[in-house]
């Protein structure tokens, strides 16, 4: 057994690992909490956001940065196998990761100490409300690009197709498929920050979105 391989597995593991803690709680949040949300008393909200959402949330943050960190390294390990399907799922992926430590977390601890304040007998803070539609957008976003994310992560190994080849700018025909697919990965990360949750309201919603991105994505990387 090679040490390089022995690391280079190690770091696969781990990258797994946290990846399933990170996106088993984006999906708790998304399918389960939020949706409970919906339908509970309001003393039971501020329960569940006091004591249960901060512990949620450490593993939450925690798992998207060992999962990143362990994915930058990998990729160093594997650079030569880098490919189409591979760079867009690690540019998700990397969004993902900062709208987590940028967006969601902070967005968070306002929404949090503004419901300790409350069941203290204090006042919510005003800027909770927005906090919040900020946090849900975001995490809403995170959904959206952790479908197609995992498809192309998985397709970087397994799925034919022009997405196996190698990253060439040089290549007319494969740059103008590249620009294409980040423009669309940013224009919807640029939507996370300052626009709508729009269809993405929903747990249906959110999912077909989900799907539709991996599917045009697919599309333009193949024809183009």
């Known amino acids: 057994m090679e040490l390089e391989n022995l690391l280079s597995y190690l ?16 999906y708790y949040f998304n399918f389960v909490q939020t949706e409970f949300f919906k339908v509970t008393d ?21 798992g998207a940065l060992l999962t990143f960190i362990s994915g930058l390294a990998l990729a160093g390990y594997l650079a030569s196998a880098v490919n189409f399907y591979i760079m867009i799922g690690m540019l998700m992926g990397t969004l993902m990761f900062l709208n987590v430590w940028l ?23 005003p800027a909770a409300a927005g906090a919040l539609a900020r946090a849900g957008l975001a995490s809403r976003t995170n959904t959206l690009f952790s479908i197609p994310m995992l498809f192309f992560m998985g397709a970087s190994a397994h799925l034919g197709g022009a ?21 669309i990965i940013l224009g919807l990360q640029f939507n996370a920050m300052k626009g709508k949750q729009g269809p993405m309201t929903s747990v249906v919603g959110v999912i077909h979105c989900g799907i539709a991105l991996g599917a045009v994505l697919l599309v333009v990387m193949q024809l183009l």
């Open 11 to 26: 770091f696969r593991w781990i990258h797994i690992f946290a990846g399933v803690i990170w996106i088993g709680i984006l």
């Open 42 to 62: 309001a003393a039971t909200k501020s329960a569940v956001i006091s004591k249960l959402v901060p512990r949620a949330l450490w593993w939450f943050r925690y």
């Open 103 to 125: 967006i969601i977390w902070p967005a968070q601890k306002i929404v949090i100490a503004s419901t300790d304040a409350v069941i203290g007998g204090g006042e919510a803070d």
């Open 163 to 183: 997405g196996r080849l190698p990253i060439s700018m040089e290549d007319g025909v494969g740059s103008l498929a590249q620009i294409i697919c980040i423009a």
